[in-house]
């Protein structure tokens, strides 16, 4: 928990992962549903939020797989066409999520995948951005993730301020210091 008061850092962690019990849990009803004995037995497989699987995980109660957002068929369609995916409706919260999931499993093929992701994406989000009006939002925002929507709007901000200061806004602006006189030097 790295960042600890991020509401961002908070809803990525609230995505649910598979895990498989290693151990059987007693008093833990809620989690299996299924179940009306309120415990989990040892090999069963049950949705997490991230931040309860990286936990029992580091405990080694738990073994943590992979969420449906990091499957073979996104990966595919990922590597075939980044830009036009849509993140958004499989996680909102793609890449950090991402990051902590290689992180707790060590498995390192989902790193590339993210790469290859963000870097295309990445140039098209700024395309998009510089391009269009700023009245008018382009039907691929539905298709960003979260951290992706934040880069949009900075660069449209950018944007704007650039073309306001093109178009007469302060030049340069003199420095208060500058305003004082010295004293003589005697």
């Known amino acids: 928990m790295a960042k600890y008061y991020d509401i961002d850092d908070i809803l990525a962690e609230d995505e649910l992962v598979p895990a498989i019990f290693k151990v059987a849990a007693n008093e833990v009803g809620l989690i299996d549903s299924s179940d009306d004995t309120n415990k989990v037995e040892s090999g069963s497989k049950v949705e997490l939020p991230f931040w309860l699987a990286s936990e029992l995980h580091l405990r ?26 849509d993140l958004r409706n499989r996680c909102p919260y793609f890449y950090e999520l991402g990051c902590k999931i290689v992180l707790l499993t060590g498995d390192k093929s989902i790193g590339p995948v993210l790469l290859v992701a963000f870097m295309t994406r990445y140039k098209e989000v700024l395309i998009k951005a510089h391009t269009t009006s700023l009245t008018v939002a382009p039907k691929s925002l539905t298709l960003l993730t979260n951290e992706e929507t934040k880069l949009y709007e900075a660069a449209r901000s950018s944007t704007a301020a650039m073309k306001k200061w093109r178009m007469g806004g302060p030049r340069l602006q003199k420095a208060s210091v500058l305003g004082r006189k010295r004293k003589p030097v005697q």
């Open 60 to 85: 080694q109660a738990v073994s943590v797989g992979f969420p449906r957002c990091f499957n073979k068929r996104t990966q595919e369609e990922i590597k075939a066409d980044a830009a036009h995916v």
